[in-house]
């Protein structure tokens, strides 16, 4: 895929950023962050610098936030999330999925550095909005109520 996307796409092009940031997203999931972070880099390296969907950029930054907290690099991580979140909060509806999912993001980062307070206020506001707007039964909303308790035992 990544070699007909840079046959068919000029060198800065804003899809392959997206390719790129996809590609980066799957080696965080497999634990390869370093090769994680060459691809967000990359992705990112096109963004900033061509007009692009604002909304993809701040993808990006989430994914590099979210492997940053992986690696427990929690302060850069706290960079990239609030980056992320800043444009989405400006692009999309107060009560979108896609928001939860940040909000949920910074939660685990606040519970992993033991700032309950911020944690709970995040995790709070991804579980208003998934309740809102998912089915009691999505895998998120579960996920999101099961932070919930863990920062609430924590308190």
Known sequence: CLAIVQKTLP????????????????????GNYEKALAFHQKALNIQENVQCNPLECATTYINLGETYREMKDYSTALIYFEKGLEIC??????????LAVVYHNMAKLYLSTRQYNMAMKNVQQAVEIAQEKLPSTHPHLLEYKETFEKIRMKM
């Open 11 to 30: 060198e800065r092009h804003p899809n392959q950023a997206i390719t790129y940031s996809n590609i980066g997203d799957v080696h965080r999931l497999m």
């Open 89 to 98: 909060e400006k692009k999309l509806p107060k009560n979108h999925p896609d």
